[in-house]
């Protein structure tokens, strides 16, 4: 697995570039793009490895890569429309519709309709919020997460809560979902 491209952009295309690492060039397909031939740069890497196809989406920063990654976990939604999505605004701007439930911003963008973009809203209006904040509380929201998940808890019922989680550890912050989730399904 590729984690990051360090190299010279030696080619832009509509969706991504062509950037030369050591001698291999490599096609990455960029949201955002905001370089220039002969620029260097590092793009996070996010890989997309089908039965016909082996893509590289890249990202200026981690918490891009983040945002599509999340993108990429709802029903519907494939690398391409992520892209698109994350091509429609700054990564703070996208995660402040998510939470308004900004059904019209999502559905004017190209590729989402009305449904896919109330599931969007349903799946990440909770989860988002929360991956606006530093990488440990990130990590640690995951795992509480995949514990409650684990436990049958729905993705809904979790970012219906995620906010009012509070403690310092995954443990105690686990406890204080399910005292949460307790009173709230």
């Not at 949201?31 to 989406?57: M, N, P």
């Amino acid at each position: 697995m590729i984690a990051y491209l360090d190299g010279t952009i030696t080619g832009l295309e509509s969706d991504g570039v062509l950037l030369e690492v050591s001698g291999v060039g490599y096609r990455v397909f960029v949201a955002r793009q905001k370089c220039e031939v002969g620029d260097r740069t590092r793009f996070w890497i996010s890989e997309i490895i089908r039965e016909d196809k082996h893509d590289l989406y890249g990202f200026s920063d981690r918490s891009d890569q983040a945002l599509f990654e999340q993108f990429m976990g709802v029903s519907g939604v494939g690398p391409k429309l992520a892209q698109k999505i994350l091509a429609a605004g700054s990564a703070e701007d996208i995660i402040r519709h998510i939470h308004t439930d900004d059904v019209a911003f999502l559905n004017a963008i190209s590729g989402v309709g009305k449904k896919t973009a109330q599931k969007i809203i349903l799946d990440l209006k909770g989860v988002l919020v929360l991956e606006d904040r530093s990488n440990e509380t990130n990590t640690t929201y995951s795992e509480v997460a995949d514990a409650l998940e684990s436990l049958g808890y729905s993705k809904a019922d979790i970012s219906g809560i995620a906010k009012d989680i509070t403690g310092e550890t995954t443990e105690s912050r686990v406890k204080s979902a399910l005292k949460l989730l307790s009173r709230h399904v």
